[in-house]
């Protein structure tokens, strides 16, 4: 769900032949969210590797 929804912003500010500050801030914002999520999934992959190996190796 959020994912769609900030695909939507990026498409409507894509769309806009003007950008004022308050889109790109916008758009700037929802970069950040999305880096932030991702990394929180990294942190999350990583961590399950590493379960996952301690339980391979007993």
């Known amino acids: 769900m959020r994912i ?3 695909l939507n912003t990026f498409k409507k500010l894509l769309d806009m032949r003007n950008y004022t500050k308050a ?3 916008e758009l700037v914002s ?3 969210e999305n880096l ?3 990394h ?3 942190s999350i992959m990583k961590e399950q ?3 996952l190996n301690n ?3 007993n």
Do not use: A, C, G, P
Request: no cysteine; hydrophobic share 40%.
């Open 4 to 6: 769609k929804h900030i």
């Open 23 to 25: 889109d790109l801030e």
């Open 30 to 32: 929802s970069q950040l």
């Open 36 to 38: 932030n999520s991702i």
């Open 40 to 42: 929180n999934l990294l």
């Open 49 to 51: 590797n590493e379960l």
């Open 55 to 57: 339980v391979n190796k």
